[in-house]
């Protein structure tokens, strides 16, 4: 076959088209569900497992929160601007959030608090499921 098949004219039909409008882009990210990125939530447990050793020394506070609160604020400010795309004014609300719970002197991780912010930011996703359903 050489050529390709010919269709009269009386069989040929025109088939309307509909050119649609692009969608408008919208800011929502894939992981709008969490609305602290995984990351920021990953430093937070980081820097505040390191009040376990600061638990006893009181005289070391005078250091170590303002530290604790620049080590989360900084970073998750950076994550969620650059990597999650929120606006400045809600990056800088969720880097103060975290930042103060990091600073907050005794690890809170463990706590129902930690416990619901971790289930809060989605940083279950990061490791993946272990169990079938």
Known sequence: MSAPPKIP?????????????????SSAN???????????ALILVAVDSLWA????APPLWIVT??????AVFLP?????????????GRALAFA????????????ITGTPIGLALLAWSGLGKLFGR???R
């Open 9 to 25: 004219k009386d069989e040929a039909k025109e088939i309307p088209i509909e050119v649609l409008p692009p969608e408008p882009e």
């Open 30 to 40: 894939p992981t709008d569900g969490q609305p602290i990125h995984a990351l920021s």
């Open 53 to 56: 050793l600061f638990d006893w």
């Open 65 to 70: 929160i303002p530290f604790c609160f620049a």
């Open 76 to 88: 998750t400010l950076l994550i969620q601007r650059s990597l999650k795309r929120d606006s400045t």
């Open 96 to 107: 103060t959030l975290l930042g103060v719970l990091a600073a907050v002197p005794t690890p």
């Open 130 to 132: 272990r169990f079938p």
